[in-house]
């Protein structure tokens, strides 16, 4: 079975922190992802990797930056964290690039900025 | 505006009801998929539906995809508290770069 871990499942910061988020998934997966889940609004894709190095912008890049040094691992970056940036944050893999791949997803990390 | 909008937003329902979440859009989608998320964890795939008017079936989970394919629906017979949880449609558009997150469902089926 494929596993996807996240590296905190809680996290409590303060405002103006730099704060790493780190994703490592186990089956040789193309394709990261990383999402933010808020209340009434779903999952926002804020960026995702199709290959090492790689990244592309999702939907919600700012204030979030990205790296994937290694296959398996893909970190998100909070420059500086806001209020704002409290959320539940989630990482997926797939293994390939199209659209009917399943997407499995880590247990998340619940990010709280004071 | 999100891409694809799910409804309702929450159900809360007396086991043994049926239940109908719909998600649509006016894009059209190459595939789409629900997932099904429980708290604490991330989102597991149910189905994948990928032809216009295609219908999945899972025991008691029924899936349908729009003829037009911009819209799909979930269908639950007879619920169990085991069904309790967040359901979620995603989509594909045909330049697939991404997937597309309804805003969810949230379920409570109530013993």
């Known amino acids: 079975d494929v596993k996807v871990t996240q590296s905190s499942r809680y996290l409590v910061k303060r405002t103006g922190e730099k704060v790493f988020l780190e994703c490592v998934q186990d089956?040789?997966?193309?394709?990261m992802f990383w999402y933010r889940q808020d209340p009434g609004l779903g999952l926002r894709l804020i960026y995702f990797s199709y290959d090492v190095k790689m990244k592309e912008k999702g939907d919600i890049p700012e204030g979030y930056s990205v790296s994937r040094e290694k296959k398996e691992r893909f970190s998100l970056i909070l420059e500086s964290a806001s209020t704002n940036q409290t959320s539940m944050y989630l990482c997926a893999s797939t293994l390939g690039g199209g659209g009917t791949d399943t997407q499995y997803f880590g247990p998340g990390t619940r990010l709280t900025v004071l | 505006t999100q891409l694809l909008e799910q409804s309702p937003q929450f159900l809360s329902i007396q086991e043994g009801e049926n239940l109908t979440v719909y998600c649509n859009s006016s894009s059209v989608f190459s595939s789409l998929q629900w997932y099904r998320q429980e708290p604490g964890e991330g989102p597991v795939l149910l189905v994948t539906v990928v032809t216009g008017g295609e219908v999945k079936k899972l025991k008691r989970l029924t899936f349908q995809f729009g003829d037009a394919r911009k819209d799909s629906s979930l269908h639950i017979t007879a619920a169990q508290p085991g069904d309790t949880g967040l359901y979620l449609c995603a989509g594909a558009l045909y330049n697939f770069n991404k997937f597309y997150f309804g805003s969810g469902t949230k379920l409570n089926v109530k013993p």
């Open positions: 089956m040789d997966h193309e394709n």
